[in-house]
Nanobody, 128 residues
Framework: QVQLAESGGGEVRPGGSLRLSCSIS?????MGWFRQAPGKEREVVAS??????????YYADSVKGRFTISQDNDKNTVYLQMDSLKPEDTAMYYC??????????????????????WGRGTQVTVAP
C-alpha cells in the first residue's frame, strides 16, 4: 500500500518562499501537487513523471515561473519549491500519485481522478 506524507507547509509573507516535501512509501508513476482553498475546488498545481529520472513536468498557469516541482529518486521524495508567494496561493496543499505502470494521455496530467494515492495535506498561508 502506497502512502504519501506531505511536510513543509507554514505561514509566510507575500514574496516569500516555502519548499514542500512529499515522502513516498512504495512505487508510483506520475506525481502531482494539488491545492484547495476554502470554498474552492481542488486544483492541480504541478506534476512530474517520476517513473523516469528526468520526468517531464507540467505547471498550472497561475504558478508558472514561481513554483518548481522536482524529485529525488534516492530519497523517494517529490518537492514543490514555491517562490514569490502570493496571498492567493493560500491553500491546503496535497501530494498525489498514480499507480506505477498506469498511464493516461499526457493532457490528463491535471485530472484529479487519474491520481490514485493522496496525502493528508499541508497548510500554506501567505499573509502580510
Amino acid at each position: 500500500q502506497v502512502q504519501l506524507a506531505e511536510s513543509g507547509g507554514g505561514e509566510v509573507r507575500p514574496g516569500g518562499s516555502l519548499r514542500l516535501s512529499c515522502s513516498i512509501s512504495g512505487r508510483t508513476g506520475r506525481m502531482g501537487w494539488f491545492r484547495q482553498a476554502p470554498g474552492k475546488e481542488r486544483e492541480v498545481v504541478a506534476s512530474i513523471n517520476t517513473s523516469i529520472r528526468t520526468g517531464r513536468t507540467y505547471y498550472a498557469d497561475s504558478v508558472k515561473g514561481r513554483f518548481t516541482i522536482s524529485q529525488d529518486n534516492d530519497k523517494n521524495t517529490v518537492y514543490l519549491q514555491m517562490d514569490s508567494l502570493k496571498p492567493e496561493d493560500t491553500a491546503m496543499y496535497y501530494c498525489a500519485g498514480r499507480k506505477f505502470g498506469v498511464s493516461y494521455e499526457e493532457i490528463r496530467w491535471k485530472d484529479l481522478w487519474t491520481y490514485h494515492y493522496w496525502g493528508r495535506g499541508t497548510q500554506v498561508t501567505v499573509a502580510p
